[in-house]
Structures are given as structure tokens and as C-alpha cells.
């Protein structure tokens, strides 16, 4: 497994669903759930930044905003976290995201294979567990089922025209 090709390649499955989407459906809910595409991108935005934390703690105590995710669990955290990042202006919350995702590929850099692959080392994770299949378990399986939900989302507007 190589964790920079999994986040490669998740970004480039983002960036190919998000590609000309139209600038008047960013709000429309029900891309998943009551979810609108600006809810969508907050909460991979949010996860980006969960990803960065990961990495800039890996191997010591989960930094404040991993915690904050440990403590609250996913569905709590999507729900304080992704409103507010919903309500930015959509260039604002792209910057975001792609400085946390370029972020995440600097810090994945600085930690010798050897180590990603050690398995324990995110013991809040699963003692059974390394960063590469955290990273290709919550990274790229999770964005493939939201570009999945946004794939169909799209299809549905076509279909409405």
C-alpha cells in the first residue's frame, strides 16, 4: 500500500465529482441526507483538518482537535464542525480544504514507511491497526462513498432539467 498515491487518488476523485458543478446547486440539500454540496465539502474539509491532526500527533497524545473528534464521536463532530465551515464562501472553504490535503501530504512525508506501517501506532485507532489502513480506510473508502452520493446527486439534478 502507498499512503501518498491513497490520498493522491482520493483528492483526485473529489476534484473529479466537484469539477463544474453548477454554481447554483452549492446550496440545494439532499446530496446526503439534508446535506447541501457546501455541507459535503465541510465535512471532507473537516476531515482533512482531522487528517492533519492525525499526522502532526502521530505518536504522542491526539492533538486538541483529534481529541475534540475522539470525545464527540463522527456524528457529533460532523454536527459542531461542518455548519460553520457550510456557511463559508465556497472559494474560501476550497483554500481549506486543499491547504489541509496539501498539509497532509507534507506531514505523511515526514514519517518513514517503516513506521506508517507499524501496526499500534495510533492506539485510539485499533492496537491492530497503522496509519496506512487508517489512512485508506477513512480517507480514500470515505470519499469514494461521499463522491458516490454526489455522483447521484448530480444525476438527479440532470434528470430534474
Known amino acids: 500500500m502507498n499512503a501518498e498515491d491513497i490520498l493522491f487518488y482520493a483528492n483526485k476523485h ?44 502521530f505518536g504522542r497524545q491526539p492533538s486538541a482537535y483529534l481529541q475534540k473528534y475522539l470525545d464527540l464521536g463522527g456524528h457529533e463532530f460532523n454536527n459542531q464542525a461542518v455548519p460553520p465551515l457550510a456557511q463559508k464562501p465556497l472559494a474560501e472553504l476550497w483554500g481549506q480544504y486543499h491547504a489541509a490535503h496539501a498539509r497532509s501530504l507534507e506531514l505523511l512525508r515526514l514519517i518513514p ?20 489502513d487508517f489512512i485508506a480506510y477513512t480517507y480514500y473508502g470515505h470519499k469514494r462513498e461521499h463522491m458516490g452520493e454526489i455522483n447521484a446527486f448530480r444525476d438527479r439534478l440532470r434528470n430534474a432539467a
Not at 473529489?14 to 465541510?42: C, E, I, R, Y
Not at 514507511?113 to 496506512?132: F, I, V
Request: no cysteine; charged share 25%.
Open 14 to 57: 473529489v476534484l473529479d465529482a466537484l469539477q463544474d458543478f453548477p454554481d447554483d446547486q452549492w446550496d440545494a440539500s439532499g446530496v446526503t441526507g439534508w446535506w447541501s454540496m457546501k455541507h459535503v465539502l465541510g465535512h471532507l474539509t473537516a476531515f482533512e483538518t482531522l487528517l492533519v491532526a492525525a499526522l502532526e500527533s
Open 113 to 132: 514507511l517503516e513506521k506508517r506501517r507499524q501496526a499500534g501506532t495510533l492506539p485510539w485507532y485499533g492496537a491492530e491497526y497503522d496509519l496506512e
